[in-house]
């Protein structure tokens, strides 16, 4: 079907009850580019109901509309509208009546609006979406993926209809099976020719084929088709070749066609070899992320989606796990394209609620249908391995829940049998109702991540349990391979208890890799861990954060909870705006993809408090040596190093020697008396260097800098311009505590879509044109809508303005 994006021309408003509005008064409107995130415009406020879990966001119900315009020439033809998401409990009207409803807020839903249309005049569309106290983390609200309308004959490929798999691969040739599925909404039977071309990476055409296909009035029918390639390109994370398969029908007044991207490679799954592709054993470096884009809130752009997994993965990461819903099909695509591995997950939650308002009301009835929706959406990208049925499910301890998860797991693989499935699994959450109340001091009742975040590492000890191990087995058993929440703890043991068992680490702390990660490489049925978290997120605020105590005074780490304004979770690798923390360089270091040190420096302090954190923190440390701090002022340092010893020199004097490697948590460790100059890290093993790591003190001429990602971008309206400001001397360093607030100004074919920093803890909107920066650095995202010389204007008191210029092509 020929598919035409609607993401232009919408109008966005509060959305009020049928008799709010009866006194003649209007909701305030606003016009808008899709996709869109309602919610950052919303202002923040300590009692949100969601409060740190949504970042302090309030929730609300909004309206979006437009109108559409269907020539009386295609009257017969049939019209779908394709929405690749909708946050959440979304409702669609055309010309106001009801045409579909979709609970769901990341599922791809289709709406056949035949029924609804007229051809004399615009047709009114209108989508309404709410959120309200029904996530654990921020959501966004409204039309945050692509909307297309989708328009073809009455004999027509389906949407989705063309799946393509390769059942038998070698080295000389690989057979491909091209499916297809072809509709007849007409009122006769009709007989189609179905041709399938496939291109190679080249572009070469690599092989053809035809079958004809009868379908009676009102069915459809699937048209298989077999076809060999000689010599294939395997796609792998080394080499992601993609070839290209174009389906055409043709007959009696039915021309139709689709394309679709696929990758040619084999999967293979056992406790002995672990996971292989292609053959080969591959550990999985995974990332958790969420589906938020930084600055910009829930809304999923191409070229947003396709940056950050390109950051990923040049960050050492080879597989994302999505949490805890499905990807958008952007982020898909990066992935096939990177050469990034994938495990799509489906639910936060089955029937029992972690929020009062969330999609366990509706699982019971919509579960198949986001199953449906899910694999649909994925099953022609080879990036994506594993679909995951469920994260931190409560129900999994139960005999019902792993009931429940069995039919969740064999649904997937009745849809598709060419990957793999797994549960991700908190054992304290399944087993959590058969432990003590977990009450806080006052006996008031605790956040599950407090709970988790306890300094005695309780958890740690119960999932590791024989409790979990009874209750958790049935549950494992339905599913590939069993997805171990912080359950490191059970990587060896579970070996010989469950010799048949493959383990993937589906969600672990950071401060712990040192201890995971050679059991990982130790344990050929352990394939790998998802980090908590590769990318920075909105919500769940502050359970990253240090607090600052008075020493000696038996004061421990407050909760996760990150009191109002926080709004960051402040636990990512790389923050939102992408740029590496020090934990992604020690991640770097113990995945033994980078031999020279690095330095974090904690933030100078001279009150006397002493850092306390929970499992998801990282130290207050930052890769910098230019500080405003008085000369002789204590300054921790840390050295990350896979090698046995380091010495650090400040100034060319040598501060000491001390231990790292793998017996010393890759980390060596010193108290500097500040001076400026040059701190120098050298790494060696049995007195030889091995690399060394240099940090530079800034001078004084603070000057204010902007740098463009790319000076050329398309004039789309899924290509985006990052632009880097930070405050700099002239060699490029940037000062960290000189922060000031920079105005950005937008003119010719683009719009400043969002603007901010990586501060975890802020008031300032996204969406203003000035903002404060954070350790001297902050972010714009320019969206362009036409082609043309986009001019971008930065500007702070006190510093000369920066300009740039971004060409944007037809």
Request: aromatic letters at 8%; one cysteine or more; hydrophobic letters at 40%.
């Amino acid at each position: 079907m020929k598919t035409v994006p609607l993401l232009t021309d919408w109008s966005v408003s509060p959305k009020r009850g049928l008799f709010e509005g009866v006194n003649g008064s209007t909701a305030p409107t606003s016009t808008v580019t899709l996709p869109h995130d309602a919610m950052l415009g919303f202002e923040r406020s300590a009692d949100a109901p969601s409060r740190e879990h949504g970042g302090y966001f309030p929730g609300g119900a909004v309206e979006y509309s437009r109108t559409l315009e269907i020539d009386p020439s295609e009257a017969e033809l049939v019209h779908t509208l394709v929405f690749d998401g909708v946050y959440r409990d979304s409702t669609v009207f055309v010309n106001d009546n009801f045409a579909a409803q979709w609970p769901g807020g990341y599922s791809r839903f289709t709406v056949n609006i035949d029924p609804f249309l007229r051809f004399d005049e615009p047709n009114v569309i209108r989508v309404e979406a709410r959120a309200h106290h029904d996530s654990r983390w921020y959501s966004g609200l409204g039309i945050h993926r692509n909307v297309a309308l989708a328009t073809g004959p009455q004999v027509h490929i389906a949407l989705d209809g063309v799946r393509v798999s390769t059942p038998d691969i070698d080295d000389d040739g690989a057979l491909v099976q091209v499916e297809t599925t072809v509709t007849n909404d007409g009122r006769h039977t009709r007989t189609v020719i179905a041709s399938v071309a496939i291109s190679a990476p080249d572009g070469s055409i690599v092989a053809r084929g035809q079958a004809p296909i009868t379908l009676l009035a009102g069915e459809s029918g699937v048209v298989r088709e077999r076809l060999l390639i000689d010599s294939p390109q395997r796609w792998s994370l080394e080499s992601p070749a993609l070839y290209r398969a174009e389906v055409s029908i043709a007959g009696e007044d039915a021309e139709d066609s689709d394309a679709v991207a696929f990758g040619i490679r084999t999967l293979q799954l056992d406790p002995r070899h672990g996971l292989r592709i292609n053959g080969q054993s591959v550990k999985l470096r995974g990332a958790c992320i969420h589906h938020d884009n930084g600055i910009i809130g829930a809304r999923a752009i191409a070229r947003a989606e396709e940056r950050r997994i390109q950051i990923l993965k040049d960050a050492g990461f080879n597989a994302i796990r999505s949490a805890h819903n499905p990807l958008s099909p952007e982020t898909l695509d990066a992935c096939d394209r990177l050469g990034v591995l994938v495990m799509d997950e489906s639910f936060d939650m089955w029937a029992e609620p972690k929020s009062p308002f969330d999609y366990s009301l509706a699982f019971p009835e919509w579960w198949e249908r986001d199953i449906e929706s899910l694999v649909a959406k994925d099953f022609n990208h080879p990036s994506v391995v594993f679909y995951s049925i469920g994260n931190e499910i409560p129900e999994t301890g139960r005999p019902h829940g792993s009931r429940l998860g069995r039919l969740i797991a064999e649904k997937v693989h009745a849809l598709d049998s060419t990957r793999f499935t797994t549960n991700s699994i908190n054992g304290l959450v399944s087993v959590i109702k058969e432990l003590p109340p977990l009450g806080g001091s006052d006996d008031t009742p605790r956040d599950i991540n407090d709970t988790m975040a306890d300094p005695g590492e309780m958890m740690t000890s119960v999932v590791g349990s024989d409790l979990v191990t009874r209750r958790t087995e049935e549950s494992f058993a339905a599913v590939d391979a069993a997805g171990l929440n912080y359950g490191d703890s059970r990587y060896a043991s579970d070996a010989s208890v469950f010799p048949n068992r493959v383990i993937i680490g589906t969600e672990t702390f950071a401060t712990r890799l040192h201890l995971a990660w050679p059991l990982i490489l130790q344990n050929d049925h352990v394939i790998g861990e998802f980090t908590w978290t590769g990318w920075d997120y909105l919500g769940e605020a502050g359970i990253g954060r240090m607090d600052y105590i008075e020493p000696g005074t038996g004061a421990e780490f407050s909760g996760t909870s990150g009191p109002f304004p926080w709004q960051l979770a402040w636990c990512g690798d790389i923050d939102i705006t992408g740029f590496r923390r020090p934990a992604s360089y020690f991640r770097e270091i113990v995945f033994g993809l980078r031999t020279a040190p690095y330095i974090a420096v904690q933030r100078p302090r001279t009150d006397g408090l002493v850092a306390v954190g929970g499992p998801w923190s990282w130290s207050d440390s930052v890769s910098s040596w230019s500080w405003s701090a008085e000369s002789g002022t204590p300054v921790v340092v840390e050295v990350y190093s896979a090698s046995e010893s380091v010495e650090l020199l400040l100034n060319g004097v040598s501060v000491g020697t001390a231990a790292a490697g793998p017996d010393h948590r890759y980390m060596a460790t010193f108290t500097v008396p500040f001076a400026a100059g040059e701190l120098v890290a050298v790494s060696s093993v049995n007195g030889v260097e091995t690399g060394r790591e240099v940090l530079r003190s800034a001078s004084d001429d603070v000057t204010l800098a902007a740098h463009v990602d790319r000076s050329t971008i398309r004039g789309s309206l899924d290509d985006l311009a990052y632009v880097s400001i930070a405050l700099e001397d002239a060699d490029g360093i940037v000062w960290l505590d000189r922060d000031c607030e920079v105005e950005v100004v937008v003119s010719g074919p683009g719009e400043l879509l969002g603007l901010g920093s990586a501060n975890p803890r802020t008031t300032e909107s996204y969406l203003a044109n000035r903002t404060r920066t954070f350790d001297g650095r902050a972010q714009a995202i320019v969206r362009p809508n036409g082609a043309g010389e986009i001019t971008i204007t930065v500007s702070a008191d006190g510093h000369e303005t920066q300009t740039l210029v971004v060409h944007a092509g037809e």
